[in-house]
């Protein structure tokens, strides 16, 4: 008579299992260290194309902005820039340095239609329009409480234009032309008496910060500008400076 031998179900040991499932978490860490860089990778790459992108729209804005001072439809009307308000005589710029928050500001004027709003740029002056009806546009770039650059119409008292976000310090200077030649000669920080009419250019610099952190450790970061006021931050933030100078066509010769 033959034994009963049971029936064996081919299978894994509880051994082969558990080597198996050790395999397996390696290998998915693996691959999820490699999703996670990725990812940090792609956000990365993401928010320096912003504040890049950033950089070359305030860049842009600002250079057509303080483009326009001096501005005016008849050339020969240089009585339009007489001292009126914070502007000396004969001065189409000017600005305060070096403010609470270590920003400093710039005010401008040219002559453009009236209810103009420099700020949403439209060009500066209204050629079909009677020279009757040209007014002086009075535009200001600051920066605001919530670290933003806006550009405002302070003739019109149209609502503050935002340029750009994230600022972490805004500075202004000023290009002189002490020998009437219409070069500069030297650059101030302020501006007071004859220098005030004799500004011939401004460079402006405007730090950027990234909204959030995207380096993988704190950097010391440090940022000398013109006339001290130096910026120094150790964050996981990117910045962008932006340092450019606009020539004032309207005030060279």
Do not use: W
């Not at 935002?162 to 650059?187: H, L, Q």
């Amino acid at each position: 008579m033959t034994p009963f031998k049971p029936n064996r179900s081919a299978g894994f040991s509880l051994v082969e299992l558990m080597v198996a499932m050790v395999v397996s978490l390696v290998l998915l860490a693996g691959v999820l260290q490699i999703l996670l860089s990725n990812r940090d990778s792609f956000s990365f790459q993401r928010d320096m194309a912003g504040l890049q992108e950033n950089g070359r729209l305030a860049s842009f804005v600002i250079e057509n902005v303080v483009a326009h001072a001096g501005y005016r439809v008849e050339l020969d009307r240089n009585d339009l820039f007489d001292a009126g308000g914070v502007f000396a005589n004969g001065a189409f710029v000017t600005g305060t340095s070096g403010g609470a928050d270590g920003n400093d500001s710039l005010r401008l004027r040219f002559q453009a239609g009236t209810g103009h709003d420099g700020c949403n740029g439209p060009d500066a002056g209204v050629a079909e329009l009677p020279l009757s009806n040209l007014g002086m546009t009075d535009l200001e770039l600051y920066v605001n409480d919530q670290n933003s650059l806006l550009c405002r119409d302070r003739s019109s008292g149209s609502v503050p234009q935002p340029i750009v976000e994230n600022v972490a310090r805004f500075k202004v200077t000023y290009g002189i032309d002490t020998d009437g030649d219409g070069s500069v000669n030297t650059y101030a920080n302020s501006l007071g008496g004859a220098n005030a009419a004799n500004v011939v250019s401004v460079r402006l610099q405007l730090l950027l910060e990234s909204d959030d952190n995207i380096t993988p450790t704190a950097t010391s970061h440090n940022f000398a500008f013109a006339y001290g006021n130096d910026f120094t931050a150790t964050n996981r933030h990117a910045y962008q400076l932006v340092d450019q100078v606009v020539a004032l066509r309207n005030a060279i010769p």
